[in-house]
């Protein structure tokens, strides 16, 4: 049987392969250990590796349970990271946000950050509904990029959730913020994401138009592949309830009925 953790992904963007999640915490970032702020800083980083933690563990139960009732895993793989300090400090520069541990903690919302990557198109939706459903899981604010793509050509559905993290003294609401997309989507924003990352030229207009007519097309096919698989369950229905009624009909053949 296939369990997550067989799903071992090496990805960009420091997301860590999805199957060290079950085994080992996520890695609290480095910090410089003269930053004036370090003790709270390292703390702040120990809930978000908790919370992702939780999440991952939601998420797994989830996607064992679908499986066994509904015979199908919505979920190809997850991935997690935290953010590096380096990009943490990037971010709240690019927001004019001073850095103090209480301004991250209250102002970014992807310090944390899962990334699930589902099957089929309809799995996302069914995987945020089930997700938000759990009663100590709070929706902090939910962006549908696959419903109003990004300018880029970016789909996918974040989640900024909170979700609580028991430590020995206290109880701590944590913010995470959850990425949930298709393969094809992902395979678009990993690529795309590394061409942007990799070089330091501004990638001219005619480059970009063809990105998003890939991100266009990636779409399509993903609705494609969703009705082919809506197609094959109702197949598979079809003769699961021709094979009941035969059963039904012999049984009642056998008692003279
Ligand atoms: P990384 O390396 O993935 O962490 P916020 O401060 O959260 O309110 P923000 O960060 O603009 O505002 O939120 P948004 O746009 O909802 O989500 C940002 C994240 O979505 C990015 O994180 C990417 O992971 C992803 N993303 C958004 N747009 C694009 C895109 O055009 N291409 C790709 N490949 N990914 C995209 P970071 O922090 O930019 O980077």
Known sequence: MKTLSDHTIETPMGFIPKGLSTDEPAPVPELPEDFE??????????????????????????????????????????????????????????????????????????????????SYLEDIYELADVLLKQDDIRLIRMN?????????????????????????????????????????????????????????IEIPESIRRDLNDIADDMFSTDLKMSQINRRIQ????????????ARKAQEAEKSGG
Not at 61 to 89: C, F, W
Not at 234 to 245: F, G, P, T, Y
């Open 37 to 118: 702020e370090f003790d709270n800083f390292r703390d702040m980083m120990l809930l978000y590796s908790c919370a992702i933690r939780e999440v991952n563990t939601k998420l797994e139960n989830l996607d064992a349970e679908l499986e066994m009732t509904g015979e199908r895993n919505p979920i190809q793989y997850i991935t997690h990271r935290v953010k590096t300090p380096a990009s943490i400090m990037k971010k709240m520069k690019r927001k004019g946000i001073p850095l103090t541990f209480q301004n991250v903690w209250e102002n970014l919302n992807d310090v944390a950050g899962v990334r699930v990557v589902c």
């Open 144 to 200: 549908d990029y696959i419903k109003n793509p990004k300018p880029s050509g970016y789909r996918s559905l974040h989640l900024v959730i909170e979700t609580p993290v028991f430590l020995s003294e206290q109880k701590h609401m944590v913010r995470v913020e959850i990425q949930i997309r298709t393969i094809a989507m992902d395979f678009w924003a990993s690529l795309e994401h590394q061409l942007r990352y990799k070089t330091d």
């Open 234 to 245: 109702r197949i598979s229905r079809v003769k699961h309830e021709a094979q009941e009624l």
